[in-house]
């Protein structure tokens, strides 16, 4: 195909931008995501130096260097992005990607200075007076607080016969409907509409757009290609139940953009490091949002569970006395060192922090729970009692619930001892259902959790789905060893409380 006649359709991933940690390009990741995308994923194309791609972030020679980059190693159609905020440097880089070989060019709308339409125009119609590269023109308000009216768009095109389609970011399923029906139709028939929006991407599919550049393409891009072609065949319902397997990722990523799309592919093995400050984890992906994604690449098997230590028995040791207040003198139980774990879950008033123990009753965590629950080691409005489930029966393994924020009234203890210890409770209830704590184990083990209740806290559902999903997360942290001590002392210096700001 010539690249004058270039269109683009089908699905493109908006390729990421790996950094070294000094923050130059770190061209063999580079090679390696674009090789994994197209020889893996099965893509049509990519888009390099997008907003995914963090092009924000990079100087005039990076910028240059990934598009060759992407040029040399891609085996199907490079779409480069190279729209600035100003006009005449979006016109010289657009010349660099058509001399660097580029099939076409995808060209954000001027940001930071938000033209009027008039101002939107002409900056299209000088970049396309200026190429003869194929130009895509990318709309995403989000990012840069201006829209590409229709009318702009149908003006350019009847003009400008190199400006040959138009990605829409915008989330906005009812404005590429009105790029199909009147524009796509009766001005251009061949005028490419790109869907950006991850979330949208199935439905957008049903209307007729001729394709998508998305972040998740970067790690999902077999999922949208299956997804597509069921849509083209008239399978609906097949594709509709395909993209339901995706869709919390979906969110996930649109979420958190190039951070959250970096932190999938490092989880499924494909490295590519950390994204540029201004963009950091723990703020543009949260943690708790960065424990979903990898529990939802797990489900689809993109990701694979870590290790964890299996709990299997040792010679067995005669239990102390100690135990006997909490009723399990008699029982036989095995050595097994502490494992710790920790999660965050929420925001605001209703946020969870959870910190737990996990050891064998015959051990440092057993020797613990006795002190507490026995009262040997109690402060003053610190009362640790046991998980329980309905109707009133113990979990298994045996859980104590310590609140780290001192109970000074009813209303504090109804929400403690009320929806965050049922929300502990349950979580431990299904990792054992879940095979995570091994059944024949559990009569040996003991848990501590340190649990978290703002004392504002007011919505008590909240409580206990945020306490639900912390105890989860904590207790696969401590199992799995995960995360590793090396990956937290990589992202130490971003760690924050959650209240630090607050006041």
């Not at 095109?157 to 400006?163: F, G, M, R, T, W």
């Not at 029982?331 to 925001?347: H, P, R, S």
């Not at 737990?356 to 015959?362: E, R």
């Not at 008590?460 to 696969?476: C, G, L, T």
């Amino acid at each position: 195909m010539a690249k004058s006649s270039y269109r683009p359709d089908g699905v493109y991933p908006a390729i990421v931008t790996p950094f070294t940690k000094e923050g130059e390009i770190d061209e063999e990741a580079f090679r390696n995501v674009i090789r994994y995308v197209f020889d893996d994923l099965g893509v049509t194309g990519i888009v390099p130096a997008g907003s995914t791609g963090e092009f924000s972030s990079l100087t005039w020679e990076q910028h240059l260097q990934v598009l060759r980059i992407a040029v040399e190693e891609a085996s199907g159609p490079v779409l480069a992005g190279t729209g600035t905020s100003g006009t005449s440097r979006t016109i010289k880089l657009s010349k660099a990607a058509a001399d660097i070989g580029a099939d076409g060019v995808i060209v954000v709308s001027p940001f930071y200075m938000k033209p009027t339409n008039r101002g939107m125009y002409m900056h299209f119609a000088a970049l396309a007076e200026a190429v003869d590269i194929p130009i895509v023109m990318y709309q995403i308000p989000v990012l840069t607080g201006s829209w590409i009216p229709r009318t702009v768009v149908e003006d350019l095109i009847v003009e400008y016969k190199n400006i040959v389609g138009l990605k829409d970011s915008s989330g906005d399923i009812k404005y590429q409907q009105e790029l199909l029906e009147r524009v796509k139709g009766p001005v251009d028939p061949d005028f490419r509409i790109m869907n950006g929006w991850d979330e949208i991407a199935f439905p957008a599919f049903c209307c007729g757009i001729d394709g998508t550049i998305l972040a998740s393409a970067n790690f999902l891009g077999d999922y949208w290609v299956q997804i597509r072609d069921l849509v083209l065949e008239g399978k609906i319902e097949d594709a509709r139940k395909k993209e339901m397997e995706i869709h919390k990722i979906t969110r996930i990523i649109t979420a958190t953009g190039a951070a959250g799309t970096k932190a999938a592919l490092n989880m499924i093995g494909v490295k590519v490091g950390k994204p540029a400050l201004p963009l950091e984890i723990g703020g543009s992906i949260s943690y708790e949002l960065r424990e979903e994604l990898r529990f939802e690449l797990e489900k689809i098997g993109k990701a694979t569970r870590p290790t964890y230590e299996k709990l299997e028995p040792t010679p067995e040791k005669p239990l102390e006395e100690r135990f006997e207040i909490i009723g399990i003198a008699g029982k036989q139980i095995t050595d097994f060192k502490m494992l710790v774990g920790e999660a965050l879950f929420g925001g605001g008033a209703e946020v969870a922090h959870i910190d737990l123990l996990i050891g064998l009753k015959d051990g440092p965590v057993g020797e613990a729970f006795a002190k507490v629950f026995s009262g040997l080691e109690k402060k003053e409005g610190i009362e640790g009692l046991l998980a329980v489930t309905q109707p009133n029966e113990k979990v298994r393994p045996e859980t104590l619930i310590i609140p780290t924020v001192t109970v000074t009234d009813l209303r504090k203890a109804q929400m403690i001892y009320g929806p965050a210890q049922s929300a502990v409770a349950r979580a431990v209830t299904e990792s054992v259902k879940e095979g995570l704590i091994p059944e024949e184990l559990v009569d040996k083990l003991c848990i501590i959790t340190n649990i978290f209740v703002h004392p504002t806290a007011v919505a008590r559902h909240r409580v206990y789905i945020n306490n639900y999903k912390a105890a989860k997360q904590a207790i696969r942290r401590a199992l799995e060893k995960y995360p590793t001590l090396d990956e937290l002392m990589e992202s130490a210096e971003m760690s924050r409380h959650p209240f630090r700001h607050e006041p």
